[in-house]
């Protein structure tokens, strides 16, 4: 399990939930490749029929972690591919996806949610 991230599948509904609410669910590297992959191979799961993602807590993401020490320094064009990676499944993914969206939405966040709910 990627932490940040918590799946849970319930009648034919694939739930990701962005899960780190003292961060305001701000995407690690980790969680945004976990997350790609997950829409991606959901594309050829029999069992699922929708795809939902959510943020816990009062936000829904606030994009790019750029916590800490040097925060420029992790976000360079992998974080970019990264971001990119997961719009474009979302928007490719033939299974529809809808963002259940709580509060704050910005920078990728911003960009996944528009993406799921036009699905």
Do not use: Y
């Amino acid at each position: 399990m990627t932490e940040g991230l918590h799946i849970s599948h319930q009648d034919g509904s694939l739930w990701i939930r962005l899960d780190r609410p003292q961060t305001l669910n701000a995407l690690t590297a980790a969680m945004t490749d976990r997350l790609a992959g997950e829409v991606e191979e959901a594309a050829s799961r029999d069992d699922v029929r929708v795809i939902v993602l959510a943020g816990t807590g009062s936000a829904f993401s606030t994009g790019a972690d750029l916590s800490g020490e040097d925060a420029h320094e992790h976000f360079d064009v992998s974080s970019l591919d990264r971001a990119n990676r997961v719009v474009r499944a979302i928007t490719t993914s033939p299974k529809p996806c809808v963002a259940v969206v709580n509060g704050i939405a910005a920078g990728v966040g911003c960009s996944i949610a528009p993406s799921g709910v036009t699905r």
